[in-house]
């Protein structure tokens, strides 16, 4: 039959049978989840149908849009959520946001994950099918532990060499973005494999599968391998391991990038693939910068900022951070990197999504400019259609919170 595509070769495990790009399967659900906005809708759904939940164990409600929630409304739909978790036995968690929960502690390869948000993809990075539905499709998962799809068809991506200084993962998703447009992927997986996998360790692989759903994908994913197997093992979760591997004849929609080649790139409103070279937006006067959020709220990812702002005397933009969880700040915390943060008056929020979603902390004024480390900047996303938005990678944000206006992080470097 020839050599199947990562996605191909999870469903068809999953199924015991071989399965065809189009063909429409019914698939056993691993794990389901909603956050405090999908979670109330969900729930209704699960109500409507009478059945409970099928996997009570498997099934998660994550509150991280809004936490500490900042008006009674969402207080309310928390507290919805809290009562139907404990009456039906399902996972309530508030450690951080819900992608970095799945991957810290019950993504695994082969897993099918069906994800009430559309960055969902994120667990994808080690080696499952994870993918963003619907509340109601999401209800329909957690009440009969099954969910339907079109098998998807799948690019192929080899990634080759390796990235110089001051560049990252989120400058190669922002170019790929910007080369195949945000219709580039529409209901097909991204796939990444090559000999620069050896160079893109997990951190900035999750990066990457975070941001496949803004090409239009289904997911993206990455094989099972050695790194995968290290971070689950660090995770306390060795026995989840299992080898996915990737064959390059299984594209017939195949892209090369050269990691050598990239450079830092910024997604300028109001869309993510309107993607520049940094050159060409250095400059732009920057009032907000945002390091954090689901896309690069890692401890890798302040890290890299850090090297940039530990010798900063004073900063032009204000600075806010959103750790991705708990266990990220405590990181933080011992690398002595949130200290250092604190006394240059930046902003530290509790884990999850802070301003990204626009309705919690961090709002934006009218006509304020903001360079963000989040996924996406449509009109109004942070909270106020009047505002604008860039995105980049933490090692620009940094650079940019020094000078108060988009720099290069290589001349910083």
């Known amino acids: 039959m020839g050599k199947k595509t990562l996605a191909v070769q999870i469903i068809s495990e999953k199924l015991s049978r071989e399965v065809s790009p189009g063909e429409i399967v019914v698939l056993p659900v691993d794990r389901a989840f909603c956050q405090d906005g999908t979670g109330p809708l969900a729930i209704d759904g699960i109500l409507s149908l009478s059945m409970g939940l099928k996997n009570p164990s498997n099934c998660y409600f994550f509150i991280d849009h809004a ?52 960055h969902t993809p994120t667990s994808g990075a080690l080696g499952c099918f994870a993918a963003g539905f619907g509340s109601t499709d999401a209800a329909s998962a957690m009440a009969t532990g099954s969910v339907w799809i079109k098998v998807p068809r799948s690019i192929g991506f080899k990634l080759s060499g390796k990235l110089k200084r001051g560049v990252s993962a989120k400058d190669v998703i922002l170019k790929i973005i910007g080369d195949i447009g945000s219709s580039g992927a529409i209901y097909k997986v991204m796939e990444f494999f090559g000999g620069g996998l050896k160079n893109i360790p997990m951190e900035s692989r999750f990066t990457i599968s975070n941001m496949t759903i803004e090409a239009g994908a289904k997911t993206g994913i990455f094989p099972a391998d050695e790194f995968v197997k290290e971070w689950l ?181």
């Open 67 to 118: 936490v500490p929630p900042p008006r009674k409304e969402l207080a309310n739909a928390h507290k919805k959520i809290k009562n139907f978790a404990r009456e039906y036995k399902a996972k309530v968690i508030q450690e951080g946001i819900c992608h970095q929960m799945m991957i810290e502690k019950f993504a695994a390869p082969f897993d099918i994950i069906v994800g009430a948000d559309s």
């Open 233 to 413: 093992s660090a995770q306390g979760r060795s026995d989840d391991f299992r080898p996915l591997e990737a064959f390059e004849d299984a594209y017939e929609e195949k892209h090369e990038i050269i990691l050598d080649d990239v450079v830092p790139c910024v997604a300028c409103p109001h869309e993510v693939s309107n993607v520049e070279r940094i050159e060409k937006v250095a400059g732009e006067p920057i009032d907000v910068v945002v390091i954090g959020t689901c896309t690069n709220g890692r401890i890798s990812d302040f890290e890299a900022a850090f090297e940039i702002l530990k010798n900063a005397k004073k900063l032009a933009a204000y600075l806010i951070i959103v750790p991705a969880s708990q266990t990220v700040v405590e990181k933080m915390v011992e690398k002595g990197i949130f200290s250092r943060l604190n006394s240059l008056g930046a902003k530290i929020l509790p884990p999850g999504c802070g301003p990204c979603c626009g309705v919690h902390e961090g709002i934006l004024a009218d006509g304020e400019r903001a360079l963000s480390t989040a996924n996406r900047n449509f009109r109004g996303r942070m909270g106020n259609p009047q505002s604008f938005v860039w995105l980049s990678s933490p090692q620009t944000a940094a650079a940019t919170a020094i000078t108060g206006k988009i720099t290069d992080p290589r001349e910083m470097l």
